[in-house]
């Protein structure tokens, strides 16, 4: 507990000495209870950035501004999504982490239903397309929907629109010929 006070002592003589126009040469110190590799370029701190959960003051740099690695864009971006304005990084972590959770329950119950695919394929073809729908909301809360969708190829439409299809025929239309049709342009969709 003194070893926290002290570092908090540090930082806010280094944050009054860069107010004052003093620059500080000195690299800052990993976060407490992390290394120096998770605190630079790779590792856990390129991910979730700092672990500070107090605000920086106005006029100083932000660590949190531009994390390492925020160039790339994945996960987290330095610039918020315009379809996800309100959310934090942790609150898309664990949005994403439910998707996920939800996916793999659905391709869990759709693989039940593999053995009995000539009885139950409309239920089988809903649970997959369900899983897949999961998926994607996962990977549209980590990289954000608007970079998602900035730029989309053929293929990820073709299978988009037999994801729809497929979920369409399944609840609105209840044909099971057209579910599994829909199920297998899917499926030659997402191989392709």
């Not at 971006?77 to 659905?106: F, I, V, Y």
């Not at 729809?164 to 025929?169: F, I, K, P, Q, S």
Request: net charge positive; hydrophobic share 50%.
């Amino acid at each position: 507990m003194a070893d926290l006070g002290r570092q908090l002592q540090e930082y806010l003589a280094q944050s009054k000495a860069a107010a004052a126009g003093g620059s500080s040469t000195a690299p800052p110190p990993p976060p407490a209870g992390g290394s120096q590799e998770e605190a630079g370029s790779g590792g856990l701190g390129a991910w979730l950035g700092p672990l500070n959960p107090f605000p920086p003051a106005r006029g100083a740099p932000s660590a949190a501004a531009a994390p390492a690695g925020a160039g790339s864009g994945w996960p987290w971006a330095a610039e918020a999504d315009p379809c996800l304005p309100g959310l934090s990084r942790w609150q898309r972590l664990a949005g994403s982490g439910l998707c996920l959770l939800l996916a793999a329950l659905c391709f869990g119950l759709a693989a039940l239903y593999a053995p009995l695919l000539l009885l139950r394929a409309r239920k089988f073809a809903l649970l997959w397309s369900l899983g897949s729908l999961c998926a994607l909301g996962a990977a549209a809360l980590l990289r954000g929907p608007a970079r998602l969708l900035r730029e989309p190829s053929r293929g990820f439409l073709l299978y988009l629109g037999a994801l729809g299809g497929t979920l369409y025929a399944a609840l609105g239309l209840r044909s099971t010929f057209l579910t599994a049709l829909g199920a297998a342009v899917q499926l030659g969709a997402a191989a392709a």
